[in-house]
């Protein structure tokens, strides 16, 4: 039997999203483990719930939606609190922050520091410290899995540095934020310009009210510096991605690649030449020439060529779904003869 | 690969359009035909043609088509592999400034061709599509630098093609 003991620290939409899947897919951790996750504590922004037999999802849920928080207030610090808690992973969900990274990586450190595993959707610690965190991780003998950092439910993290790791992995190229991808497709399929596509993007709830963060390409930049670092083993932040985002791109501007069988998209890339992010010229039919909210990549590789990957790249149960799997395998990292290294 | 070739065809109404066929039947690209009616020889007369083809397989296919049409393969030269140059440049692009960037990336060297569609506006800001041939990659290689630098200088938004 194995025991996963789980703190929730962010308590949005994605904590929620991770809440109810914990509850969904209970069963089948009992089936393969023994036990289910058990969430000893959760924190959203200014409270806390805790208990050591365990809190009920469903419940976390419902009273963060009926009452706008999950408990009571919080009297210290979560790393404070975290240091007296009993648990085996954190699931970090703050929001990003590329500026300091705070409070994610206090959260991230303070339990690695503890000696316990992290599970993480916050780009912000990854994007700007990486090699502190994965080295802390090591250096204290613990999980630190990131998933749904990058692509949400699209597994490309796993995929290119688990199962891939006899290939020499010589570029990924990707569509990495949808709500750029559903912008340049509307342009393109109705002939919107700019302003209106970008409005209905955000009456869709896909943009921001300040969309600088997607269209000035700074969440495709620290998903790039993000798959740089696991996967092609750089040493890079979201500070050294060359960045151009798709503010100026215009509806003449699509029309004329349009004329040349071409879509322009939003390319996060990294190769040996470097990491960049910019609007590209994407012939149509090319994998990366895809429309809506997908999101796209393209790996290269030197035995299998080709590989690419395609999902959702956001949502409450998408991004669930990548902190699932991380979940499942840090469970089966605790199981007697396990070979997950 | 762009190729061109010098050829003999039978001097008969229908032999030319025979000859082209094999080249956009396999997925070749006319560039340029030259139709010598004034050089008879042997009743036969000269035609040099040039054309882009995606591999040496559909080469070899033309070929052979043409050896199946009785076609004479007098010469076969200037094989070289051309590559795709892209950009969509947006902002207030000066005339004078449009002829720096073209003049520039003729200036790196292995240019075959280079072209600008300019899209109808009635705002300052222009918009044009460049696009042209190259015989390397190095080539695209420098006139991305070229392009990066030159949009930087004059403030313009510069979307480059894929084929780097």
């Known amino acids: 039997m194995i025991k996963m ?23 089948l951790f009992v089936d393969r483990f023994g036990e289910g996750i058990r969430i000893v504590a959760a924190f959203d922004s200014n409270t806390y719930a805790a208990s050591k037999k365990g809190l009920n999802p469903t419940e976390l849920v419902r009273t963060k939606v009926g009452k706008g928080n999950i408990g009571k207030k919080r009297p210290e610090t979560i790393p404070e609190m975290l240091s007296r808690l009993d648990y085996d992973v ?7 922050n590329i500026v300091d990274a705070k409070p994610g990586i206090d959260h991230i450190k303070a339990a690695l520091n503890a000696g316990r595993d992290v599970v993480t959707s916050n780009k912000g610690p990854l994007a700007l410290k990486f090699r502190e965190i994965s080295k802390l991780a090591a250096k204290n003998k613990c999980n630190l899995r990131f998933e749904a950092s990058v692509g949400g439910a699209t597994p490309v993290i796993n995929l290119a540095s688990e199962l891939l790791r006899c290939e020499r992995i010589s570029s990924i190229r990707g569509i990495m934020n949808g709500t750029c991808n559903y912008i340049l497709s509307r342009m393109e399929s109705e002939g919107l310009p700019w302003e209106p596509a970008l ?8 943009a921001e009210t300040d969309p600088s963060y997607d269209i000035d390409g700074i969440d495709t930049a620290c998903k790039v510096a993000i798959l740089a670092n696991a996967i092609m083993g750089n040493d890079v932040t979201v500070h050294d991605v060359e960045r151009t985002g798709i503010r100026g791109v215009n509806l003449e501007a699509v029309t004329l690649a349009a004329q040349d069988k071409k879509v322009i998209r939003l390319i996060g890339e990294i190769t040996e030449k470097g990491v960049e992010v910019a609007p590209r010229l994407i012939p149509r039919g090319h994998p990366l ?15 299998a060529g080709e590989i690419i990957v395609a999902g959702r790249g956001a949502g409450r149960h998408e991004t669930a779904s990548a902190v699932m799997s991380d979940l499942w395998v840090i469970m089966r990292t605790k199981e007697p003869n396990s070979h997950s290294s | 690969m762009r190729v061109n070739v010098d050829l003999r065809l039978k001097d008969v109404p229908g032999q030319l359009i025979g000859a082209l066929e094999p080249v956009s039947r396999n997925d070749g690209n006319i560039v340029g035909v030259v139709h010598s009616h004034d050089k008879v020889s042997a009743g036969r007369i000269g ?3 040039t054309f882009e083809v995606s591999s040496e397989m559909n080469l070899d296919k033309i070929m052979n088509e043409w050896t199946a049409r009785g076609v004479d393969i007098l010469k076969i030269d200037h094989l070289f592999e051309t590559f795709h140059l892209e950009y969509v440049i947006v902002g207030t692009v000066s005339a004078n400034e449009m002829k720096r960037i073209t003049d520039g990336i003729q200036a790196l060297g292995g240019v075959e061709s280079l072209n600008v569609r300019y899209s109808v506006s009635s705002s300052d800001e222009k918009t044009a599509l460049i696009s042209g041939k190259v015989r390397s990659k190095d080539v695209i290689k420098k006139a991305n630098h070229f392009m990066r630098e030159r949009s930087k200088r004059s403030g313009f938004l510069m979307i480059r093609g894929f084929g780097d």
């Open chain 1, 199 to 206: 409005r209905e993007a955000q009456q869709l709830g896909y």
């Open chain 1, 289 to 303: 020439s895809i429309s809506g909210t997908l999101n796209t990549f393209h790996i290269q590789t030197d035995l």
């Open chain 1, 5 to 27: 003991d789980a703190v929730l620290v962010g308590f949005g939409t994605v904590g929620q999203g991770v809440a109810e899947a914990i509850q969904m897919k209970d069963q």
């Open chain 1, 90 to 96: 954190l699931v970090e969900m703050t929001p990003t």
């Open chain 2, 47 to 49: 035609v040099n043609l």
